[in-house]
């Protein structure tokens, strides 16, 4: 909530300020951080540890979401999307309805990974393979 302030106080100066947190390539600079560029995760494959939380930061200007792939995660784990959705169906609703889940320039979504894994997530207006864009990413958790 913090960073959200910053920003909607600076106003114009919204890239410099984000400037100094992000490198060239679009990622972020600390750790267990996942960036956005317009139609990139960056980085792509994040390895944490089980119990990480991760901090997905839209660290462009163009609206993403952070979806779980339906059933692409541990058995032992969860759905897990930003908005908090039950299914990649309900969040693909949610997101065509009312950009349900959106994640808007300097949005922040966090997510604990416990179990051991290959987790992988998509954005839902960027995943379109059909024509040529696939916003995907993975976290893998291994100890
Ligand atoms: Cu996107």
Redesign the pocket.
């Known amino acids: 909530m913090e960073r959200r302030t910053f920003i909607a106080t600076v106003g114009g100066g919204v890239t410099a300020a984000l400037a100094g947190c992000v490198d060239v390539g679009g990622n972020p600079m600390g750790d267990n951080e996942v960036g ?1 560029t317009i ?1 990139s995760f960056r980085p792509e494959q994040l390895t944490v540890e089980p119990g990480t939380t991760v901090t997905f930061i839209n660290t462009s200007s ?4 952070v979806t779980a792939f339906q059933d692409a995660y541990p058995e032992e784990a969860e759905f897990w999307a930003s908005g908090g959705f039950d299914t990649e169906e309900e969040a693909r609703n949610a997101w065509n309805r009312n950009n349900g889940g959106g994640l808007f320039q300097g949005d922040e979504y966090e997510y604990t990974f416990e179990h051991e894994g290959i987790y992988q997530y998509f ?5 379109v393979p059909d024509q040529g864009t696939a ?1 995907e990413g993975q976290i893998v958790v291994e100890s």
Request: charged letters at 10%; a negative charge.
């Open positions: 956005m139609d163009h609206a993403h979401t954005c839902i207006p960027h995943y916003m």
